[in-house]
């Protein structure tokens, strides 16, 4: 049963706007930066909404790992290519400066790629390759992060949870979005987790002795000091092909870096070898296809739309009532919250209240009164 409090759409956007604008994020990017939060509620993917607001970026910004104003540098552009520099900047105000140009180039030439160096967390992979579905076009991101999973056969977190996202286009209500970690959970999520005082499920992180390990506040320790690591898709060793999401985690590893000419693994970890706080540099990667380039926008979401309700359609698994495909339980969350409002959880609350008083905003909540 859902216990937590719902707070209007409105109201929050319009908090999460004034309290990145209180904390040096120029009023213009602090709406994107809101939107991105927002957009993870949305869809259900709560690790990456509201839930890190502070922790991630107020926190950060606070701490002087994240910069509230972002200077966007073009290193290398050509008709269909450009490449960031985001100067330890607001991640998420760079990769949407990234996004708008690549469209338009996508749109002039069938196809566009970028990179970005220096930057921070950019939100939930899914709101840039939309971007490029909401124009009817094809979008492809990954990002690189702090070291959590162990290569197969490994104890040693080397890379990030580095997800490999795409959205396309199709003629349903909404686009075939797969946005998911090359680990079986990610990071974000073990925070929350850890907020709700919740356990991580067991085998989905391992100790540098090769023990899963459960409990989710102590975790995130380890996965800071080194002595734990997140298992990659498939899960330990070979026998669940564990090696496939090593390999997929590598490949966001080396486009996000050697595309940008950015750094990678151990030099993400935001702590410097004194132990003492550091910027992340982190790099992000976007390829944007316009399906006009081959047969068409109309044919190419027709045909995709045809394979997802023919895989909706398929024969379930005996008990199970629905099939679903990627971007749909999104889409019905979003349905179903549109009117209710975004979920706070105490945590979250205590978290909003702490902003809210410290810059002194104007805001008053309803879960207050409860």
Known sequence: MDNRSY??????????IDAFAGYGVPKEEAAICADVLLESDRRGIESHGCNRF???YIDRIKKGTLLPTTEIEILKETPTTVVMDAHDGMGMVASHKMMEMLIEKAKKNGMAGGAIRNSTHYG?????????????????????ARPSIAPTFGVENMMGTNPLTFSLPTDEE??????????IVQRGRIEYYAREGKDTPAGTVISEEGKPLTDSAEILKALVDGTA?????????EELAGYKGYGYAAVVEILSAALSGGQFMKALTGVSEDGKPQMYHLGHFFFVVDPDAFM??????????????????????????????????EYL????????????SKAVQKEIIAVRDELNLPYKFDFENE
């Open 7 to 16: 707070v209007s759409w409105e109201l929050m956007n319009a908090f999460l």
């Open 54 to 56: 502070k922790p991630i």
């Open 124 to 144: 939930i992979a899914g709101y840039w390759t939309s971007m490029a579905s909401k124009e009817g076009l094809i979008g492809l991101t990954g990002t690189n």
């Open 174 to 183: 909404f686009p075939f979005c797969l946005d998911c970690a090359t680990s």
């Open 229 to 237: 690591a997140l298992a990659p898709l498939g899960g330990i060793g």
């Open 296 to 329: 068409g926008k109309e044919t190419f979401k027709k045909i995709a739309g045809d394979i997802c309700r023919a895989l909706r359609a398929s024969k379930k698994a005996p008990g199970e009532s629905r099939i679903y495909t990627a971007g749909e339980k």
């Open 333 to 344: 969350v979003w349905l179903e919250r549109k009117d209710k409002g975004v979920p706070v």
